[in-house]
């Protein structure tokens, strides 16, 4: 079963400039999460979709990050305009219901994209 | 609001010994659950171990087990027989259960680093 995939890997923009990355689920998991992870720290959720509903997005700086996920499949994150602390690890994620699988609802990760502000 | 603390930023230890990560948490919720994650340095985050808040026993998953205290409000992770492939940032996290927003508050992660 293929993992999660996201896209690029890395990605380096001047402050003020806007980025996007792209994230595909787990076929068949109805809910993804985009976690922003600094250097040294754990990840922190910034939103989380069931299917293709927001379900909890009160971490989002809205003022600049927005993130859709258009037919309940592949999401994108964006940033406009970026600033300095900014530069981060965007990991995406997505997980079963607690009833299928293991029960355990884990969320699997991917590798994430490495986003360097300037 | 949901807290994670894991107090050890770093450790070393020596191969085939075994070793605890120390985690505690705070909550309000009644009913929550409890993960380990294992990140290498290759950036990926790898599911390890859960417990759910009304689980009467550790869980246990292959060399890593739960120590669950829940009066103490803490869920350290054991890994029996440390080999050198555990090097890696190690994170806590929990889960609220009940209700659609589930995603995960993380602690800032120990870093345990197997010795030959």
């Known amino acids: 079963e293929a993992g999660v995939a996201q896209s690029p890997r890395y990605k380096i923009i001047e402050k003020r400039q806007s980025v996007a990355f792209w994230c595909n689920p787990i076929s068949g998991h109805a809910t993804l999460y985009w976690y922003q992870q600094i250097l040294g720290q754990g990840p922190k959720l910034l939103i989380q979709?069931?299917?293709?509903?927001?379900?909890?997005d009160s971490q989002l700086p809205k003022d600049r990050f927005s993130a859709e996920r258009l037919k309940g499949v592949d999401s994108t994150l964006k940033i406009q305009p970026a600033k300095l602390e900014d530069s981060a690890v965007y990991l995406c994620?997505?997980?079963?219901?607690?009833?299928?699988?293991?029960?355990?609802?884990?969320?699997?990760f991917g590798p994430g994209t490495r986003l360097t502000v300037l | 609001a949901q807290k994670i603390t894991q107090t050890q930023p770093g450790m070393f230890v020596q191969e085939k010994e075994a070793v605890t990560l120390d985690c505690t948490y705070d909550?309000?919720?009644?009913?929550?659950?409890l993960f380990w994650y294992k990140q290498p340095s290759s950036g990926e985050m790898i599911f390890l171990i859960y417990?759910?808040?009304?689980?009467?026993q550790n869980a246990t998953e292959g060399r890593y087990s739960l120590n669950f205290q829940k009066a103490r409000k803490s869920a350290n992770l054991v890994i029996s027989a440390s080999q050198l492939g555990d090097s890696a940032m190690y994170f806590c996290?929990?889960?609220?259960?009940?209700?659609?927003?589930?995603?995960?508050?993380f602690g800032k992660g120990t870093h345990l680093i197997i010795q030959p």
């Open positions: 996290a929990m889960r609220r259960s009940g209700g659609g927003a589930d995603g995960l508050t």
């Open positions: 979709f069931q299917n293709n509903g927001v379900v909890d």
């Open positions: 994620a997505s997980s079963l219901d607690r009833v299928s699988g293991t029960g355990y609802g884990e969320q699997f």
């Open positions: 417990q759910g808040s009304y689980d009467e």
């Open positions: 909550t309000s919720d009644q009913s929550y659950g």
